[in-house]
């Protein structure tokens, strides 16, 4: 084998790793552990994670559930839905949805991962559409959502993306037969993408040095939270 093809592979092995790991699947449960009822209080409009590197915040009329904020070595992660549905409180109307953001520790190395290699980690079977898009990889599943949200609807979207070195995955999730389901969702993880680079610092202003713990992430290989799903 020449020496181009056999770089090639391994390059190709380890984007479908990074796309593993961005789709290793646990019960949202899990994640939400201790959420209670909205309050006023409950709705955050954003949340740094790794020291300000990434900073969530949500499209404009979604905030951050406070109590889902999950954050240990492994990784971090939070949950958004509307602010109405947060705080119980009249405010911007949008879609319904839920909206999970999930955060790798950095990596010197992180690179984005593209959609041939979260289908392959996937299973072609199981997505409907792909799109490379400027920076993000995105991908509609055809089943598991309904699992995830009762009462919501079966296909729901993914999107892998690096902020600073950090892997990040998304996924957006919303009510059977409804617009989240369809294009919608699409289009709700590209704004929340925009949202969140646009938060986060310049690569000019984030250490490039990586941890210790951010390399002893990387060799444990798993962060289970990044895309909270039973299927």
């Known amino acids: 084998m020449s020496t181009w093809i056999s770089e090639t592979a391994v390059a190709r092995r380890g984007m479908t790793l ?13 994640c939400l552990e201790g959420v209670g009822e909205a309050g006023p209080d ?17 499209p404009r009329g979604y905030c951050i559930d406070r109590s889902s904020i999950k954050r240990g070595p492994a990784g971090r992660f939070a949950l958004l839905a509307s602010c109405e549905s947060l705080t119980d409180q009249p405010g911007i109307a949008v879609e319904p949805a839920v909206l999970t953001v999930a955060v790798l520790p950095r990596a010197a190395d992180a690179r984005q991962p593209d ?12 997505v409907r559409e792909t799109e490379d898009g400027d920076g993000i990889a995105i991908v ?9 949200l009762p009462g919501g609807d079966p296909s729901y979207w993914r999107a892998s993306m690096v902020i600073n070195g950090h892997l990040v995955g998304l996924a957006a999730y919303g009510p059977k037969d409804g617009a989240i389901a369809g294009t919608g969702g699409r289009d ?30 990387r060799a444990g290989g798993l962060f289970r939270g990044l895309f909270p799903v039973s299927n």
């Open 188 to 217: 709700l993880l590209r704004d929340l993408a925009e949202t969140l680079r646009a938060a986060s610092p310049g690569p000019d202003s984030v250490t490039r040095n990586v941890t210790k713990t951010a390399k002893q992430g």
């Open 115 to 126: 959609t041939a290699a979260m289908t392959a980690a996937l299973g072609a079977d199981a």
């Open 18 to 30: 990074r796309a593993g790991l961005l789709l290793v699947c646990l019960p949202l449960a899990a």
């Open 140 to 148: 509609h599943i055809a089943q598991g959502g309904d699992t995830v």
């Open 42 to 58: 409950d709705a955050l409009r954003a949340v740094a994670f790794y020291d300000g590197n990434v900073t969530v915040t949500g």
